[in-house]
């Protein structure tokens, strides 16, 4: 099986950081993102890569070479210019011929994949969402009211939980001709676009963390969980 690593975003809201070097090598503990999202496959049995690549595709290719080096087999998929996320997968086509794993270039995971393919499989599943569930407390009371406007209860600071999504899907090759090319479109477009086809869209639900780098505050928070987790080792 392969996995798709979307690595060519431009990581807009984390410059000055990524004006030289792109998200997906941002260094998290002694390596980039990049490198524990290789691992992370490569530990639960996916050694075969494509790297969706595009802005300062130079360093990440100079970097990965063909994957030898870290035991797995990398191929690039090159786009010229950002085509958002399912736009990007579409770039890796070519190298596509059977179920895969599609994960986002700036996130990093640590729940069994394995089980997350043995399930989409069991499904008989076109694609399968890896979702985290997600608790906050929302800092304000509540007030729910009535048709006429008459307060019926008041519940303060209530926890308020949801699936979100994780950006790690097991997808069928099939999905493939959803997506447009070379044209900017998004995950959220393609899997929408297949549940409106009745295609099985399943999910995989799980309460272990992710680490999602989006912008400079949860790049520094990435960095303290990290090290708190990790401590040298990383």
């Not at 694609?127 to 406007?149: P, R, W």
Request: hydrophobic share 35%; proline share 4%.
């Amino acid at each position: 099986m392969k996995a798709v690593i979307l690595a060519g975003g431009l990581g807009t809201r984390l410059r000055p950081l990524t004006l030289k070097t792109p998200k997906p090598m941002l260094p998290l503990g002694k390596k980039p993102i990049l490198e524990h999202l290789i691992d992370w496959n490569k530990k639960n049995g996916v050694k075969s890569i494509v790297l969706c690549v595009s802005y300062l595709r130079k360093s990440i290719e100079d970097y990965f070479k063909d994957g030898e080096k870290f035991g797995v087999n990398i191929e690039y998929a090159i786009s010229k210019k950002p085509l958002a996320t399912a736009g990007q997968l579409k770039t890796a086509e070519e190298f596509i011929d059977d179920t895969f794993v599609c994960v986002y270039g700036d996130s990093i995971f640590d729940f069994s994949l394995r089980n997350m393919i043995k399930q989409h499989k069991t499904k008989k599943a076109f694609a399968t969402m890896s979702l985290y569930e997600y608790k906050t407390n929302l800092e304000y009371g509540v007030i729910n009211t009535s048709k006429t406007g008459k307060v019926t209860s008041w519940v303060e600071k209530p926890e308020i939980k949801a699936n979100i999504n994780m950006g790690c899907y097991v997808m069928e090759p099939g999905i493939l001709k959803y997506i447009p090319r070379n044209k900017s479109y998004g995950m959220d477009d393609v899997i929408k676009k297949a549940m409106s086809k009745k295609k099985l869209v399943n999910s995989f639900i799980t309460k272990k963390g992710f680490i999602d780098i989006g912008n400079k505050e949860s790049y520094k928070q990435a960095n303290q969980e990290y090290a708190k987790k990790f401590g040298n080792r990383g």
